[in-house]
T-cell receptor, first 114, second 109 residues
Framework: EADIYQTPRYLVIGTGKKITLECSQT?????MYWYQQDPGMELHLIHY???????EKGDLSSESTVSRIRTEHFPLTLESARPSHTSQYLC?????????????FGSGTRLTVV | GQQLNQSPQSMFIQEGEDVSMNCTSS?????WLWYKQDPGEGPVLLIA?????ELTSNGRLTAQFGITRKDSFLNISASIPSDVGIYFC?????????FGTGTSLTVIP
């Protein structure tokens, strides 16, 4: 069963629209991440957070922004969508302090900007 | 960021064959993870390795943490059609994980 939820699963939207991709986890993990992945390609870290009110940019430059007001919620926002933003966006969370270092991933949001 | 090279990039095998893939880096890692991603889904953790030399199995899957801590391999025995997907390695240094470039596996019935 999924403990990390992403909505929507699929989104087709017009250029210039503002969108927010939702990610929530029920595991109480401090650390959360957003990855961008083109089909069949590698994962690129675009944002991460180590706790409430903490956000950092990842290795891949992105025009998106994130917020972390609550532990369980880590939404990603695109103020003005463009066709170059078409991709799959994966949210993940982890908790190192328990000794279980694995990331748990959501099912992803497949975004298409037309 | 750190660079993890996975090989091969893609594999096409017959059902029943064994599969071997590996992940190498010029950097030392403290933890190695192996994930599988089905089409249209997020990656799912298969095996976690925490010590150099560790060999861990999960059903038909076996993974090893290289002695040098710069590499890891994953073996799948007696492949079946549902093994199809992309396999990612991930290495941890500090609080950060870095993902490999992925190995795409196709199993031909």
């Amino acid at each position: 069963e999924a403990d990390i939820y992403q909505t929507p699963r699929y989104l087709v939207i017009g250029t210039g629209k503002k969108i927010t991709l939702e990610c929530s986890q029920t595991m109480g993990h401090d650390k959360m991440y957003w990855y961008q992945q083109d089909p069949g390609m590698e994962l690129h870290l675009i944002h991460y957070s180590y706790g409430v009110n903490s956000t950092e940019k990842g290795d891949l430059s992105s025009e998106s922004t994130v917020s972390r007001i609550r532990t369980e919620h880590f939404p990603l926002t695109l103020e003005s969508a463009r066709p170059s933003h078409t991709s799959q966006y994966l949210c993940a969370s982890s908790e190192f302090s328990t000794g279980n270092y694995g990331y748990t991933f959501g099912s992803g949001t497949r975004l298409t900007v037309v | 960021g750190q660079q993890l090279n996975q090989s091969p990039q893609s594999m096409f095998i017959q059902e029943g064959e064994d599969v071997s893939m590996n992940c190498t880096s010029s950097s030392i890692f403290n933890t190695w993870l192996w994930y599988k991603q089905d089409p249209g889904e997020g990656p799912v953790l298969l095996i976690a390795l925490y010590k150099a030399g560790e060999l861990t199995s999960n059903g038909r899957l076996t993974a090893q943490f290289g002695i040098t801590r710069k590499d890891s391999f994953l073996n799948i025995s007696a492949s079946i059609p549902s093994d199809v997907g992309i396999y990612f390695c991930a290495g941890r240094t500090g609080n950060q994980f870095y993902f490999g470039t992925g190995t795409s596996l196709t199993v031909i019935p």
